[in-house]
Each structure stands twice: as C-alpha cells, then as structure tokens.
C-alpha cells in the first residue's frame, strides 16, 4: 500500500495537477493512510505478547485472521476464513469465539449443539456460562433446563439463586433445599440482590437459624466486612446479640479482646472463637498486649489444649522473630503442649541465633519421626556435631547430605570442600511414546495456542494432556516442552513426572544473549541471573504474580516506572529482552540501598530493601545464620532456592559460582551495612 501511495505522489507532482485534483487526491490519501495504520494496530493487538521476531505459518495467519473477522463482527469473513481451517487443530477454538460473539443472534439449537459436543469441558465453561445467564432473564424453561445440565462450579451465586427462587412457587424446604440456599448464604460478603427474594422466603421457612448467623458472623470477621456484622447481629435473639455485637467489635480491631473481664460471661460456650481470632491477631499487632490477655483468661473459657497450644505458638513464633525477651520459655511452653513445624523450624533458629550448639543437637535428636524430615535439620545437626567437637559423626552427616540437589546440599558439600552433587539422569526419549504423545490432540491445539502467544489457553490444552499420560509418558512429554522452548511447562512436568534429576531440562538456558548482555553491562553473574529468573518465572514471559509482577524477572510496574522515569506498559514488561534488563537493572540498584552483598540484594529482590534493612542484626552474625532467621518464610526459602540454584547455573556455565563458599562465614549488621555504604565499598553504578 505504501508503494500505491508514493508512486500516486510522485505522479501528481510530476503532471502538475490542479488544485481540485490535489484536494481529492489528499482525501483519498488521508483515508488510505488512516485504514493502513488501523490495520496496523488491530495486529498489533493481536500479537502483543509474541516476540515480533517470530513468524506465523499460513494457517495460524488465518486463525488469527479470522479470530479478528469475529471480533469486528463480520460472520461473512468468518465463514471464508472456517472453510481453510476444517483441518487446523484450533478450529474448536474459533467456534468458540463465533458462538460467543454472536449467541444472541444465533437459533438456540445451533449453540446448544455446540455445548452438547464439549459437554461437561472446562473448554466450554466460559460460553455456557453466558449462555445461561442469557437464558436467565429471557427462557425460564430453557434456563433451568441448561442450569441442570452445568457443573454448579460454573456457575455464580445470582444464578444459582435465579434457579432456585424459580422453584419457590411450589416448593417446600427440604433437606437437600436448605442446606443448598445456606451454602450460597454462607459468604463473607453480601450476595448479589437476585439472592434476596430466596433469602427472605427461607428465613420465613426457618432456615435461618441462630447457629447459623453465628457462624456466619465468624466468617465475616475473619473474611469479610465487619460493617456486615451488624446487620447479621440484627438478625440473632436479643439473648445472642451481645455475642454478635463482640464479634464486630473484635473484628474492627483486635485490642479490644483486652477488655475480656467486660463479658466474660456473655454466651460461654460460643465465646472461644472470638476469643481465638481476637487474640491470634493481637499477637502480631501488640505481643506484649496479647501475653497479658491470654495470661488473664478466666477457666470458664474451657479452651481446649489444641487451641492453647495455637496460642502459645504463635506468642512464641512472634516473640522468637525479633529474639525478645522471654522467647525460649515460650518456645519451651509451647513445645509442651505440641509441636509443629513451624514451632520446630522457629525453635531451631532461636538455637541458631544463640550458636547453643548442644541445645541443637538434642533438641533434633529428641524430635519425634514425623518433624525430623529435611535437609535443614541433618546440615545445622551435623554442624552443631562439628562445634562440639565430634567430628567424624558431622562428617558423617555432611557426606549424606552432600548427595542431594538442594541449598542444605550444596552447604554440605561445602563444609567437607567438595564439589556439589548435582545427581544428573537425563531422560530417555523412547520414539514410539513421543509419536504417541504428538499425535494427541491437546498437544496439538497446545503447539499451536504456545506458538501464536496464547499461552494461557495453551497451557489449559498442557493440562488436558497430561492428565492423560502415565510417569513414563509424563516425562516424554516434559522433552517436548523443552524442545519446543517451552520451559515453563518442561521444568513443572519434569517435576511432576519423577524426573526431578534431569537438570539440564529442569534449569534451561534461553534467552542467552539478552542474559549475557545485562550480565556484562551491570556486572552480574549470568548464573545468578539464571537462577532469579528460574525461581520467579520458570521462565514464563507472560508471568503474573497475584501482586501483579510480570515477566520472566517478575517485575512491578511501578518499580519498572520508578527505574526507567516513564510508565512501562505490561506489553514491555513481558517482552523477554526488556524484562530482562529492567531486571537487571534493578539489582544493580539495590547495591545503593544493601550494599553488593549478593545475598542480601537476593532477598531485597524478593521483598524489598527497606525490609532487608530492618532485618539486619544490630550485633554482627553469620550470613548463614542470618538467613535463617529472615522472618518472612516466603523470602528465607526464596534466598535458599536462588543460592542453590545459581550454583546449578554455575556448573552448566562451567564457571566459578557468585555465592563463594566463603560467604557462609561472613558477617552481617546494621553497622557493616552502613559502613559499607558510607565508605562506597559498593560496584560503581
């Protein structure tokens, strides 16, 4: 088009037309320009998350061709496009969109028909629902008739209500009736308003009963709203709207469990629960509030010794993090009321604050079989054996572990100056199964939805697939994600299957060169680039964490925003090569804020600087124990896995490791911290 458009300029300036001539010709012109770059963006809508790199083959050109047909609505194009398709795995997928764009226009029958073949199908989940929510408000007897025929996951609290509140008329509340409409009742929130006339007419009927609001109340204060308390308060006998009114009162704000001498009295036997939330939540706002309030509980409460044993764990647990007074007797106390394993990992680290390295070693060794599992307890046991002078046992043990794949592992293998183990099996591909699993049609409509950059469909068909397959196949499956460079899906397969010890297919390489050149111009470790990459994405581009960070590194858009001074749209941040860089750049800045320890950027990564900051220990300690005693759990084993996993990296790199075994010794405070950064001990940046 723009060659028609230069030639026509280049024609009229050479034959001299009139003004006329030129005003029409510059209409004709504007229009062309206009579709052309209408054109342009409606593909670009269509390819946003592809690498542009990438080329489509004829039959996905006229998939996505037709899908954009559809979205325009033009029915016409739709059914050219279908005939060139009858063969192409993704044909279901574009009946789908057909049948959705145009349900309302099209003969019922035709759509049910469509329903009827993928019944029962999550493929379909979506469309049916629609169907039915249109039926709803239109058809009463083809309504109920499809309600009946939906899984009732698919389907929404207005719709079940719309059901079942066609039925009143004639109904009478039955068993199977009231426990239906109290499910639906049960909500932290208040339900849509088509639930009002089946809520009024069960209340009528009975259904509502005191326990029941009671238990709802519950769910609201630990849930939900507690403005909707009060309103459920309303509802109880004047008797049990004190307890109601409690409950609010708790859930607002957990300080007012102190005031307990003001109704301890009040429903005995329904007070536990409030009691139970008020004073678990108080715990982690005003632990020394909390100590005071569950020291004064009157014995009328008759807690049971599970709830105790709660209680005093997480007292001991929230005392334990910031090593405050009184710990240990609260660990011991809990400790005699249960045990946990969390109460076990947060006894352990107080002994490992403390380097009571006899304390560690019978306190392991008196663990009853179910807590003494992992890695953890063998490594710090053997290194307590070792601090207290038995050596050939901590050998021993270092030797055991040393044969696993994992930080505790790798942190083995240190201690006896050894290499790590990395246990390498690869699988082995057996021809006549992998022609068996590439003939299956899920895989099939999956290459195809991976390879147009609809991954999210792709990854249902992935699912479909294997669901199908047995361990062995599971794992030949895995090596066809791989190949296809589909990481993601290769390395949860692998995992899935058995086949955790292919470390060349469970920790790929790719994007090589775009990794290589933020490691050089910020002066990273690629291994250690590798590594974040591998926990945060697994290295899926289209990454989205529940907090919204995106990408391969996982990044947040206001992070990315406050790093490149300009918004960053989520297309950016799922193109590898940005993602990549902008994570990359981002651990060069955390060098200004904790220093270039490359533990301490690891966990800033994961949660922030300000929070590793807060962590440091005001008193010098080992960066292993550090570690240890992070008080976030999802960041002390995101610290460890990154670690161990750029030590994989590392091997397949054939390069020395980021974190040196000497790290282990050293040491971490808020002063080194701070000394470090005034002295500008930091990589220039």
Aim: charged share 20%.
């Amino acid at each position: 088009m723009w060659l028609i458009i230069g030639n026509s300029i280049r024609y009229l300036v050479v034959k001299q037309c009139s003004y006329n001539q030129l005003t029409i010709f510059g209409v004709v012109l504007s229009v062309l320009i206009i579709s052309t770059l209408f054109c342009v963006q409606a593909k670009n809508i269509e390819v946003q998350t592809r690498d542009s790199s990438l080329k489509y083959s004829p039959q996905q050109t006229i998939y996505l061709e037709a899908q954009a047909a559809i979205a325009q609505g033009q029915q016409q194009a739709y059914w050219t496009y279908r005939k060139q398709l009858l063969d192409y795995p993704l044909l279901p997928y574009l009946e789908r969109s057909y049948y959705t764009q145009f349900m309302r226009s099209l003969p019922s029958s035709v759509v049910e028909a469509f329903l009827l073949r993928y019944s029962g199908d999550d493929f379909v989940k979506g469309l049916q629902f629609r169907y039915i929510a249109y039926l709803s408000t239109r058809d009463r007897d083809r309504f109920q008739h499809w309600y009946r025929l939906t899984p009732t996951s698919w389907l929404n609290a207005p719709l079940h209500c719309r059901y079942l509140t066609d039925e009143l008329a004639t109904a009478t509340l039955t068993p199977e009736l009231d426990l239906a409409i109290n499910r639906l009742w049960q909500h932290p929130r208040s339900q849509d308003a088509a639930c009002d006339d089946l809520f009024n007419w069960w209340q009528k009927q009975g259904g509502m009963t005191a326990q029941r609001i009671l238990a709802r109340i519950k769910l609201v204060a630990t849930k939900g709203e507690p403005r909707l308390i009060v309103y459920l308060t309303r509802q109880l006998p004047q008797t049990l709207q004190p307890l109601g009114q409690i409950w609010g009162q708790v859930a607002n704000s957990a300080g007012y469990i102190s005031r307990i001498e003001r109704w301890q009295d009040i429903a005995t036997p329904d007070i536990a629960p409030v009691v139970m939330l008020g004073l678990t939540r108080l715990i982690w706002s005003d632990v020394q509030q909390a100590i005071a309030t569950y020291q004064a509980l009157p014995d009328t409460l008759s807690l049971t010794q599970a709830q105790h044993f709660e209680l005093v764990k997480t007292i001991a647990i929230r005392l334990s993090l910031y090593d405050e007074s009184d710990t240990q007797r609260w660990l011991d106390r809990a400790a005699s009321l249960g045990m946990s394993n969390d109460l076990r990992d947060w006894q352990l680290s107080h002994y490992i604050r403390h380097q009571r390295w006899a304390a560690i070693d019978q306190f392991i060794s008196q663990l009853q079989a179910p807590y003494q599992q992992g890695g953890r307890l063998l490594y710090w046991q053997a290194r307590a054996n070792r601090e207290l002078g038995l050596s050939q046992l901590a050998q021993q043990q270092f030797r055991q572990l040393a044969q696993e794949r994992h930080y505790y592992g790798f942190k083995a293998s240190d201690a006896l100056s050894t290499p790590i183990s990395l246990n390498e099996m690869s699988v082995v591909v057996d021809p006549q199964t992998r022609a068996l699993i590439m003939a299956n049609p899920h895989l099939k409509m999956a290459q195809e939805l991976f390879a147009i950059g609809h991954f999210r469909s792709a990854r249902y068909q992935w699912r479909r697939l294997l669901n199908t397959l047995n361990d062995e196949q599971g794992k030949q499956a895995g090596v066809i994600a791989y190949e296809m460079q589909w990481y993601d899906r290769g390395i949860y397969a692998m995992a899935e299957f058995g086949m955790s010890h292919d470390v060349q297919r469970r920790f790929p390489m790719p994007f090589k060169a775009e990794f290589y050149a933020v490691s050089k111009q910020y002066q990273h470790a690629t291994s250690w680039l590798y590594a974040i990459a591998r926990r945060e994405s697994a290295f899926a581009i289209d990454a989205r964490s529940v907090a919204n960070a995106r990408g391969l590194m996982q990044l947040l858009p206001n992070t990315a925003q406050y790093l490149r001074k300009r918004a960053v749209s989520n297309t950016q941040l799922t193109d590898p090569a940005n993602n990549i860089a902008l994570g990359g750049e981002y651990l060069a800045y955390l060098s200004s804020k904790v220093s270039d320890n490359i533990v301490l950027r690891t966990a800033a990564y994961n949660a922030g600087w300000r929070n590793v900051q807060q962590w440091l220990p005001d008193k010098a300690m080992p960066m292993d124990h550090w570690i240890e005693l992070i008080p976030f759990k999802e960041t002390r084993e995101y610290v460890k896995a990154v670690i161990a996993y750029e030590r994989i990296y590392a091997e397949q790199l054939q390069r020395q490791p980021a974190t040196f075994p000497k790290h282990a010794s050293q040491f971490v405070s808020s002063a080194i911290l701070t000394a470090h950064l005034e002295t500008g001990t930091l990589s220039a940046r």
